[in-house]
């Protein structure tokens, strides 16, 4: 009987790190060998999220809290905006730690990589999972139990150079002074060196952490100061803070309503005004950090938007992929598509607000 011919490892691993994340995962019970490459290999890991990166194959997915804390969906931004209300194709994701109870943020993602931080009366939490594989690990907090703050300004990013994860967090604490009140504190955390370091804000940047999210684009963290309508840029590879121009409006009588990244990469701003509120401008910064290059790309028109019961000046985040939008703001995610500027889908919560945000599949994970 003829001999039965078997790649060599070199070529298998080279066809399963052009598979999808899904398929990858279907493939752990092949063999012992398959499973530890594709759950324990991050090398492995690695390569395929590259190369997934540099084909533009990478799937997208929004995690989204509803109900109650521990109740987490993932919601595919392909799926057709006819479906996107049916609740029957979100894929739920449970990882034990939210079984704790008390509030979620969502601080972020990078690389398929979601960082969360569940704060129970005065202590605070942070962790790190992949919401595709399962995996989760908790992070050293920048607080101690007996301290009592408050988080309300986070953001997370990838730097290349070090390989290296780091999170800013920007949360209230109790001044222990004779006179006692509430001061800003500003920390960062890095995974590589895996401690936390305090931040001091520059002298003449009142009104900095303004802005209601930090959006990521050229490893640097980004946010609005409404205050001055100008737009601040944390550069996380030197942990320096500087100003980024903003589009030189004319008095169109509407504010700024949040920062984000378009689908092709770029920094994005939406303005609309107050109220009421029935459609909302995107700017787009077409190149990085020149002025002139900001350009309105589109106007969207959103009934939901204008509705008094869900707070139009109060938009928590947004999301613009290649043909829709994703908006949300305290309990109402919707969905608007561009070509027809209106409503498909629309994800409604009752008694507990939303938290969302956008991941890409991968088998990511952190080396303990």
């Not at 106007?299 to 000046?313: C, E, G, Q």
């Not at 703001?329 to 409604?348: N, P, S």
């Amino acid at each position: 009987m003829a001999g039965v011919d078997v790649l060599p490892v070199e070529i298998i691993l080279q066809i399963l790190s052009r598979l999808p994340v899904k398929s990858l995962l279907r493939f752990t019970c092949v063999s012992k060998q398959w499973r530890f490459v594709i759950k324990s290999d991050l090398e492995f890991a690695k390569s395929q999220f590259k190369l997934a990166s540099e084909h533009k194959t990478l799937n997208r997915r929004l995690l989204c809290t509803g109900v109650s804390p521990e109740q987490f969906v993932s919601l595919d931004l392909k799926m057709p905006a006819s479906s996107f209300g049916d609740k029957s194709l979100y894929r739920k994701v449970n990882f034990p730690f939210l079984q704790q109870g008390g509030k979620v943020k969502q601080l972020g993602s990078c690389n398929g990589l979601v960082f969360l931080v569940l704060e129970d009366e005065s202590r605070i939490k942070f962790y790190v999972c992949n919401p595709s594989t399962g995996f989760f690990k908790q992070l050293p907090s920048p607080v101690s139990d007996e301290e009592d703050v408050v988080t309300y300004r986070i953001g997370v990013g990838y730097v290349s150079a070090t390989d290296d994860y780091k999170v800013l967090v920007g949360y209230l604490e109790k001044d222990p002074g004779e006179d006692p009140g509430v001061v800003e504190a500003i920390q960062i955390f890095s995974l590589r060196a895996h401690c936390w370091k305090r931040i001091e804000e520059p002298g003449g940047t009142g009104g900095v952490y303004v802005s209601p999210s930090m959006a990521l684009c050229n490893e640097t963290l980004h946010w609005l100061s409404f205050e001055r309508d100008q737009l601040f840029a944390f550069d996380l590879a030197k942990e320096e803070l500087r100003t980024m121009p903003l589009p030189n409006f004319s008095q169109d009588g509407m504010n700024f309503g949040d920062i984000g990244v378009s689908h092709e990469g770029c920094l994005c701003v939406l303005r609309h005004c107050l109220r009421p509120c029935d459609s909302i401008d995107f700017w787009v910064m077409r190149e990085y950090g020149v002025r002139d290059t900001w350009t309105k790309q589109f106007r969207l028109f959103n009934l939901m938007l204008s509705d008094p019961l869900d707070k139009p000046w109060k938009l928590i985040r947004f999301l613009v992929t290649e043909n829709s939008t994703f908006g949300w703001t305290d309990y109402t995610l919707a969905r608007i598509d561009h070509k027809e500027e209106e409503k498909h889908g629309l994800y409604v919560v009752r008694g507990y607000p939303i938290c969302i945000t956008d991941y890409e599949e991968s088998l990511v994970w952190i080396n303990e």
